[in-house]
């Protein structure tokens, strides 16, 4: 936390000293946006998961699972000079490096000599055997929101936004709402193309997310 608030709070507060203000501005002739981002991949990725911990074991593989960002498209319709409404689709995705290794069957058996049980072990020490890449799908969750920009200046505005969104669980056939909250968000840019970052909690990302965006 102490490292995200001077990665991000410290800077954007010096920003803030340090830009003298200046009027704000609304062009009415470029409401529309399109904007694609990425970042940490949503908490509802997880749902993407392989086998258990127990089939790995009988098995003789391990999955570890390997960073995949999320990807947003989105379009923004800019109300007025406070407020923007943005229609998001995301698609998140989990894939899975599979290592296999050698399998020992231990024979469990009485003082007789009667064969009891047989339990299979993994050979961690004997090393990876061979490897390979597990999909897992995809998802794709619709959101709307409004976003509120508290502070606009001629090359970058300061901006929080809240609404919701759908998780859709294909295999369950579930369609649950979520949250979609942006505590603060920058853009930057003042042409057509423009960049943007923000702290973002929703089914688009659960962390930082980064993008860019085309005003026409």
């Not at 608030?5 to 800077?11: I, M, N, T």
């Not at 399998?103 to 339990?119: A, P, S, V, W």
């Amino acid at each position: 936390m102490k490292k995200l608030f001077e990665l991000v709070v410290l800077p954007l507060a010096a920003l803030l000293l340090s830009t003298p203000a200046r009027a704000q501005h609304f062009d009415p002739e470029h409401r529309h946006s399109i904007e694609i981002s990425t970042g940490v991949p949503p908490a509802q990725s997880l749902l993407l998961s392989t086998s258990n911990s127990y089939a790995q074991m009988t098995r003789g593989f391990k999955d570890t699972r390997l960073f995949i960002p999320s990807l947003n498209i989105g379009y923004t319709y800019a109300m007025n000079e406070r407020w923007d409404f943005n229609v998001i689709i995301n698609a998140c995705g989990a894939i899975y490096r599979r290592d296999n290794y050698l399998m020992h069957e231990i024979e469990i058996k009485d003082d007789d000599g009667n064969l009891l049980d047989i339990q299979r072990e993994i050979d961690y020490e004997a090393g990876v055997q061979s490897s390979s890449t597990q999909y897992s799908g995809t998802m794709y969750t619709p959101m709307v929101d409004f976003r509120w920009k508290w502070m606009r200046r001629d090359n970058w505005r300061l901006y929080s936004s809240f609404g919701l969104g759908c998780l859709v669980i294909g295999n369950f056939s579930l369609f649950i709402p979520t949250p979609y909250l942006t505590p603060i968000g920058i853009n930057f840019g003042k042409g057509h193309f423009y960049g943007l970052a923000e702290m973002n909690i929703s089914c688009a990302s659960t962390g930082l997310m980064f993008g860019a965006g085309y005003r026409f």
